[in-house]
């Protein structure tokens, strides 16, 4: 008999994962955003995902982010062990690539829900570094936290072959939203699983793609000549020359923890009026 919960429920990540541009921000030109808890980790918003871009022009997600094997890491490590200098770099330029995302609010934005920024390493590693600053510890407190200034500038804009990203650390302790706004809360507790966003494929559906690809006629583009642009269905390759800029005091001077390291989080004194948006969350994440 057919299951037509699995129905269901498949139907409803197919439409999850192609209205990505509704879960997903882009920071363009100014913007101010706040870091919320990511109600599938509560203890950690960082969502750190590894990706194969290039491959037949698409972006996979690598099973290597979960320790799980990949055929095409396998392949990588392969070609870097076979002595020659050309099948080493082919092997180095298959290897996944970091892509950091947390879950947002968007000031002004507020009612279109959490959504998730994905960056590169520079700006992962700033942010990190922020929070291990104990002047600034966990600014992302849904009580006693702190709203980011975002600004991005085009490599046409800096002059450069990359863009540019730079973050400021507001110096004022804010509640996250106001818990009395029911429409923000409710978008707050329903947050998607960022993995409904990219599904990750079996080994055997990955190796097929990897063996379409080998195989694949040499008009076609190959991963050298292949750049993944950035947009609202997938993550971008282009983070590699990304330049972050951060300016909040004493916040650049800090060495930023490795990206696996826990989030330090220092206590804070509440501000004023906002112990109801702890106690809500309190009880979100218990539920």
């Not at 950690?44 to 037949?56: K, Q, T, V």
């Not at 849904?142 to 650390?169: C, H, M, N, Q, Y």
Request: no cysteine; aromatic share 8%.
């Amino acid at each position: 008999m057919l299951d037509m919960k699995k129905v269901k429920d498949r139907l409803e990540a197919l439409k999850t994962t192609s209205n990505k541009s509704v879960h997903l921000w882009k920071p363009t030109g100014k913007s101010v955003i706040r870091i919320v808890p990511y109600k599938h980790n509560p203890e950690n918003p960082f969502i750190e995902l590894l990706f194969h871009f290039g491959i037949n022009n698409k972006t996979y997600l690598s099973p290597s982010t979960f320790n799980r094997p990949d055929p095409i890491v396998e392949f990588a490590n392969k070609l870097k062990k076979s002595g020659d200098k050309e099948s080493w770099k082919k092997g180095r330029s298959l290897e996944p690539k970091l892509r950091t995302y947390v879950p947002i609010l968007v000031r002004g934005e507020e009612e279109k829900g959490v959504r998730f920024w994905g960056m590169g390493k520079t700006v992962y590693q700033e942010l990190l570094g922020v929070i291990a600053d104990p002047d600034y510890g966990d600014i992302t407190d849904l009580k006693t936290g702190r709203d980011i200034a975002v600004e991005f500038k085009t490599a046409e804009e800096v002059g450069k072959s990359f863009p540019e990203t730079s973050i400021r650390v507001k110096p004022n302790q804010t509640p996250a939203f106001d818990p009395k706004n029911a429409v923000v809360m409710d978008k707050v507790k329903n947050q998607i699983d960022i993995l409904e966003l990219f599904p990750e494929l079996t080994y055997e559906e990955l190796a097929k793609v990897m063996d379409e690809w080998l195989n694949a006629p040499e008009s076609e583009e190959t991963p050298e000549a292949t750049t993944a642009t950035e947009s609202t269905e997938e993550p971008s390759s282009d983070d590699a020359g990304e330049a972050a800029t951060v300016a909040a005091p004493a916040a650049a001077t800090v060495t930023a923890p490795a990206a696996k390291s826990p989030v330090a989080v220092s206590g804070k004194k509440a501000v004023a009026g906002a112990a109801d948006v702890a106690a809500e969350f309190e009880e979100l994440f218990k539920k």
